[in-house]
């Protein structure tokens, strides 16, 4: 079945440190894959999505790009912020539902 | 803001109860989307509603039900309510039937306490 992986958190970054957060799928056919945030008692929000392959979504500094050949859409951003710290979720959608992975939260230091 | 919108933000109650949450999609959105966070689950996909009809169901238990109504509202009812079914519950909302292009925005949750 169709299924998300990401790599386990927390992950803990120096303010203006590089990130990266490993998102990894298996899907049948050509999900569409999404970046999600959720901050401290907060509700989910879109940081950003890819629809078909090659394509690189971006937002707020955020970058993905969805890679099919290895099945990835790692979450890249060259200088965090302690306002970066959040859970983030990767997910697909294949027809009408979003499956999620667990979640990688982040914490940003100054 | 995504403009979807959940009501109460908070509810405790006791086992055994039952309760309704309440959303509203953003304007101009014709599916709902019902999902639950527990920490033990993590996000879990429950159902989805198209202009009042039923459209996907996920991991619903049967003591749980939903409906869409004529205004694109929806009401997500829990009854016999166990302590495990504490959690977040998230509602989100889609321009279209869910095709796999459709982005679902998320409105803040409903934190539910069972006791």
């Known amino acids: 079945g169709n299924s998300v992986t990401q790599m386990e958190g927390p992950v803990t970054l120096s303010e203006e440190a590089f990130l990266t957060i490993n998102c990894t799928y298996t899907?049948?056919?050509?999900?569409?894959l999404f970046w999600y945030v959720q901050y401290p008692g907060e509700g989910l929000q879109l940081l950003l999505k890819?629809?078909?392959?090659?394509d690189k979504g971006s937002n707020k500094g955020f970058e993905a790009t969805y890679r099919k050949e290895t099945t990835s859409f790692h979450l890249e951003k060259g200088s965090v912020q302690v306002s970066d710290s959040a859970v983030y979720f990767c997910a697909l959608t294949h027809t009408d539902k979003l499956i999620f992975g667990t979640g990688t939260r982040l914490q940003v230091f100054p | 803001d995504s403009g979807v919108t959940q009501t109460p933000k908070h509810l405790i109650t006791a086992t055994g109860q039952r309760v309704t949450l309440r959303c509203s999609p953003r304007?101009?959105?014709?599916?709902v989307y019902w999902y639950q966070q527990s920490l033990d689950q993590g996000l879990q996909f429950l159902i989805q509603?198209?202009?009042?009809?039923?459209?996907a169901k996920g991991n619903i238990l049967e003591r749980f039900s939903a409906q869409q109504f004529p205004d694109l509202h929806s009401e997500l009812n829990l009854s016999s309510l166990e302590l495990g079914d504490s959690a977040l519950y998230f509602c989100?909302?889609?321009?279209?039937?869910?095709?796999?292009?459709?982005?679902?925005?998320f409105g803040p949750g409903t934190r539910l306490t069972v006791l």
């Open positions: 509603y198209y202009n009042g009809e039923e459209r």
């Open positions: 899907a049948t056919g050509y999900p569409s």
């Open positions: 304007s101009g959105d014709l599916s």
């Open positions: 890819a629809t078909k392959a090659d």
């Open positions: 989100a909302s889609s321009v279209g039937a869910g095709a796999y292009t459709d982005t679902q925005y």
